[in-house]
């Protein structure tokens, strides 16, 4: 059955539309006759025999003034200016019978009057205003004659006219808000109704069995439609009477729960199609007295089942890929280590001289050796952490040591591609507690992937500081930037950025593994790049022991003296002081 979505928010049926329009017609029309009354009053006086006083002009004004105020305001919904014209209707009425002779004059029924125009509003409470409003004017027209202070009541057809017009104004708007009332009780009589036949549809029209179920798990009402596997016919005997025998005791504490939590939700097979499943959700609304919702669940069940499957199918293929990737990364690793040695024994020409080809070709093999051990490092890692086999080994040392090795190993790299390496190190001791290696691969994968993207003549910078308990490393360069599509993408295994040329030269684990040493520390990696500007990746890790001093550019740092044998490091990379 089609709702109209309107008529159902404002508690009407279809077709219906509240529209105060009568009443207020009515009104209006019960005004313009006061007014018109008045004035034929008005008119009948002056051609009456005899002489007509000024009390008596007064009180012809004043049932005149209230009545125009109310057509000049109108239909308005304004609170405070209906009680403001009630407030007239009381004054300028009880003035009348006051100028009159009070209570027992000619126009003592215009004391009535703010009740006569409250019962043409829509409001009971304004009804009630007015009755308070003419009470009072009631009781001030009645002092006011016992006091001697009010003029003497008209006589002969005066009193007549006068008191024809009070009575039948007064009469005829009584009159008028009991019709309005009556009708106004029709109107919402109706909209309820309709709205209890629009309700009724829509409950006995849902797709689920709504319940009313008692403590005792007796259910005392059913609307809807009953899922496949359950008739309606079989609850009165009690809830868990819909489930085969087995699911009995899963509605009963069900129920239990619900009576106890507040809410609870439980599948079962039902009875009559244990094949199928269903779901009940019940909550309680008093304390022995529950409502529920029982539907048709097989299709949600089936799919959960092979979303599951398929999870578990997916996680066994991750952990399987894992372990072969493991295992032959470990594999190749040691053929590819005796390849290494063979070429390097060639390269220091241990058993004799060679000739410049072969000496270059041992270069290049020892060369490719070492680049293609990195790739399978780097698969190994990216395995044992896919697999949750990557252990820490976590050790207290000082993290610029880590760094500078990073530098160090690729400063001849930085030299053939023409590009500055700088740091930028504390001069106090990093003290953290972290796995030495990690670290060192950190920076070894973010320098690799800045020398890969600057181009000649660049800059990458590193830099290393530590405070409130993080070190944070941060590898910029001045390369050729990120584009925002690739910059979602990387971070993640097998990943990568740029050109054919510069994708060719790695895996796309460099990121990955990055951020994965960092969340094995707790930490984490956050890039920022724009085309043409340069990059910046930056990791905090939570490892640090020991706040230094503000980090120094490199060139103001003092040089370590170096050991005899170790090799010099070159103009792009300089040595942090020894702590003094």
Same mark, same amino acid.
């Given at each position: ?6 008529? @159902?928010? &404002? ?102 009057? +703010? ?9 009971? !409470? ?17 002092? &006011? ?6 003029? +003497?009541?008209? &006589? ?31 109107? /919402? ?80 097979? +039902? ?14 609304? %008093? ?15 089936? /799919? ?37 040695? @063979? %070429?390097?024994?060639?390269?220091? !020409? ?32 990216? %395995? ?70 600057? +181009? ?72 920022? %790049? ?51």
């Amino acid at each position: 059955m089609p709702i109209d979505g309107a008529s @159902f928010q &404002t508690g009407l049926g279809p077709g219906q539309a509240s529209s105060p329009t009568g009443a207020f017609g009515a009104a209006h029309l019960w005004r313009l006759g006061w007014l018109a009354t008045v004035i034929f009053a008005t008119g009948a006086a002056a051609f009456t025999p005899g002489v007509v006083g000024l009390p008596v002009w007064l009180a012809l004004a004043a049932g005149a003034v209230p009545a125009l105020a109310a057509l000049a305001v109108g239909d308005r919904r304004d609170e405070r200016l209906q009680s403001l014209i009630l407030v007239l209707w009381a004054t300028c009425g009880a003035g009348a019978a006051v100028v009159t002779g009070g209570v027992s004059g000619a126009m003592s029924a215009w004391i009535l009057a +703010p009740v006569a125009a409250a019962s043409t509003l829509s409001s009971p !409470r304004r009804l009630a205003e007015g009755a308070s409003l003419a009470l009072i004017g009631g009781a001030v027209a009645a002092l &006011t004659q016992l006091s001697g202070l009010a003029p +003497p009541a008209p &006589t002969g057809p005066l009193a007549f006219v006068l008191g024809f017009l009070s009575v039948a104004t007064v009469g005829v708007g009584l009159a008028s808000g009991l019709i309005l009332t009556h009708r106004r009780a029709g109107e /919402r009589d109706s909209r309820q109704v309709s709205e209890l036949n629009t309700l009724q549809t829509l409950v006995d029209g849902a797709p689920q069995l709504l319940l009313v179920v008692a403590s005792d798990g007796r259910v005392r009402t059913v609307r809807g439609a009953a899922p496949r596997g359950v008739a309606t016919a079989n609850l009165a005997d009690g809830l868990a009477s819909a489930a085969v025998a087995g699911d009995r005791q899963k509605v009963s504490a069900a129920l239990a729960t619900a009576l106890d939590a507040g809410e609870a939700s439980v599948t079962f097979a +039902p009875l009559l199609d244990p094949t199928r499943t269903v779901c009940l959700d019940l909550r309680q609304v %008093s304390p022995d007295l529950l409502v529920g919702v029982m539907r048709d669940a097989t299709l949600d069940k089936a /799919r959960e089942t092979a979303l599951r499957q398929a999870r578990a199918e997916a996680e066994g293929l991750a952990a399987g890929r894992a372990r072969f990737l493991a295992n032959m990364s470990h594999e190749l690793r040691t053929p590819l280590n005796a390849i290494m040695g @063979f %070429s390097d024994i060639m390269r220091a !020409r241990m058993f004799g001289p060679l000739t410049d080809r072969y000496g270059e070709y041992a270069e290049l093999i020892h060369e490719s050796g070492g680049h293609l051990l990195d790739l399978i490092n780097d698969v190994l890692d990216m %395995s044992k952490i896919e697999a949750e086999r990557f252990e820490l080994q976590r050790g207290e040392f000082d993290a610029r040591e880590a760094v500078t090795a990073a530098m160090r190993l690729l400063r001849v790299q930085a030299d053939a591609a023409g590009v500055q390496l700088r740091g930028v190190l504390p001069p106090d001791e990093l003290e953290v507690d972290a796995d030495r290696r990690a670290l060192k691969q950190i920076v070894l994968n973010l320098l690799s992937n800045a020398l890969k993207f600057t +181009p000649r003549g660049g800059q990458v910078i590193v830099t290393a500081d530590g405070h409130d308990g993080e070190l944070e490393l941060v590898v910029a360069d001045t390369g050729v930037g990120i584009s925002p599509e690739d910059l979602e993408r990387l971070g993640r295994p097998y990943e990568q950025a740029g050109g054919v040329d510069q994708r060719a030269k790695g895996t796309g684990l460099g990121l990955s593994l990055v951020r994965a040493f960092a969340r094995l520390h707790g930490g984490e990696m956050t890039i920022e %790049s724009r085309l043409g500007a340069g990059t910046s990746v930056s990791v905090r890790l939570p490892v640090l022991l020991r706040a230094s001093r503000p980090a120094m550019e490199a060139p103001l740092l003092e040089p370590a003296p170096e050991p005899p044998e170790e090799p010099e490091l070159g103009p792009n990379v300089v040595k942090f002081a020894p702590p003094r």
